[in-house]
């Protein structure tokens, strides 16, 4: 019987070993594809859990920024920079308009300090004049030493420029500049800039001062809207609708 | 039909050409290709479409776009007087009129407007312009040559 059997058995063995390791491996092969979609799918799902994470602590830190009082401040996303033939000035075009209640002249910043201001409002995006236009014109004070002027944009990649600056006046290099509330449209206190280059000119009156904006407006991705509680007065410029 | 989605593709990429060449235009070669075919009433309505874009994304006060569409109209329906429309001398003459008349255009409008600009007469960016214009066009006029040659058109 052990001589019937034993090669049965042995054969039966060898038949479910080769079973096991041969044929059962189309399952196997049919498990790697779905391990391979699954990882793949993984792979997609940890690009996207990335992605937002990182915009998690840019957002965490459009949350950390405190509006002064009086002023509430609502976030958009950067859709496109000078879109369009027509973009003569220096303009990004956010996701929000009059729809949200965005309307003209209303600051633009982020926690880095102040991008610009509202400039043309549609239903559903605004165009943001950047504070590097040419037509830019924002009233600041130095923080420490207190001196005031107005900061105009040279062009985009150019250095801002500081007008209006005393020859006498203690400015140094390094100062931030501060928004000074005057013109009405921004809030006192927000950063626009920081001096960077001080010259004393022989036939002007005032000081040639440059400085160095403080966001990166090519990869700004989100924005914060502020609004005033209708304490202060804004006034459209002349060449606004 | 064939037109129309040909017309939606285009906007939908010259959106996105846009995106990535701020302050270029690329709409101005389909449209004058449109014109060269006869596609009157197609063009008039891509026209008024794509208008309304540039107005409504630009920084300026309504009606450039208008003058500037009307301006190249007139230099196209004039042109077409003494030389062949679809000739390619003419087209590029259209192209770099075109270029040139986008950037003057700006200027003065922006100058009644009381705005500065950064880029005035830029000749890079005329050139610029002009390339995209003519490359765009070349692109557009063998599509349209291949897939719309035999399409009823409305004539002049």
């Known amino acids: ?57 840019r957002l965490e830190a459009l949350l950390d920024f405190s509006s002064p009082a009086g002023w509430s401040t609502s976030g958009a996303r950067v859709v496109a920079h000078n879109f369009g033939p027509l973009s003569a000035v220096n303009s990004l075009i956010i996701d929000k308009g009059k729809f949200q209640g965005v309307t003209a002249n209303m600051p633009v910043v982020c926690p880095d300090g102040v991008l610009g201001r509202t400039y043309k409002s549609g239903l559903n995006f605004t165009s943001v004049l950047l504070l590097t236009d040419l037509n830019s014109r924002i009233p600041v004070i130095s923080s420490r030493t207190r001196v005031s002027g107005i900061i105009s944009g040279q062009g985009y990649h150019k250095t801002l420029s500081m007008q209006y600056v005393h020859l006498n006046s203690e400015l140094e290099e390094g100062e931030m500049l501060l928004t000074s509330g005057l013109a009405g449209i921004y809030p006192k206190g927000l950063p626009v800039a920081r001096v960077s280059n001080i010259v004393r000119s022989e036939i002007s009156l005032f000081l040639v001062v440059e400085a160095e904006t403080l966001v990166d407006f090519k990869n700004r991705e989100e924005v914060l809207i502020m609004k005033n509680s209708g304490k202060i007065k804004t006034q459209k410029l002349d060449f606004e609708e | 039909m064939k037109l129309f989605f040909f017309c939606i593709l285009y906007t939908l990429l010259g959106i996105w050409a846009q995106y990535f060449l701020p302050s270029m235009d690329f709409f101005v070669p389909a449209l004058v290709v449109m014109l060269q075919f006869g596609f009157f009433q197609a063009a008039a309505w891509a026209g008024l479409f794509w208008m309304l874009i540039h107005e409504g994304t630009g920084g300026l006060a309504f009606g450039t776009i208008i003058l500037f569409y009307a301006g190249l109209l007139v230099f196209f329906f004039l042109g077409g007087v003494f030389l062949e429309i679809s000739n390619i001398l003419f087209t590029m003459f259209l192209m770099l009129f075109a270029a040139v008349y986008k950037d ?53």
């Open chain 2, 104 to 156: 003057w255009i700006i200027s003065v409008m922006a100058t009644l407007q009381g705005l500065y600009l950064s880029c005035q007469f830029c000749m890079i960016n005329i050139l610029l312009q002009a390339g995209i214009y003519i490359a765009a066009w070349f692109i557009t006029f063998t599509l349209f040559k291949k897939h719309f040659l035999n399409e009823p058109v409305q004539r002049k």
């Open chain 1, 1 to 57: 019987m052990g001589w019937v059997v034993k090669p049965g058995r042995l054969a039966h063995a060898r038949i479910a070993d080769f079973w096991d390791t041969y044929v059962r491996l189309v399952d196997v092969h049919k498990e790697n594809i779905a391990l391979s979609e699954e990882l793949d799918r993984l792979r997609l799902e940890l690009m996207e859990l990335s992605e937002k994470a990182a915009s998690v602590y």
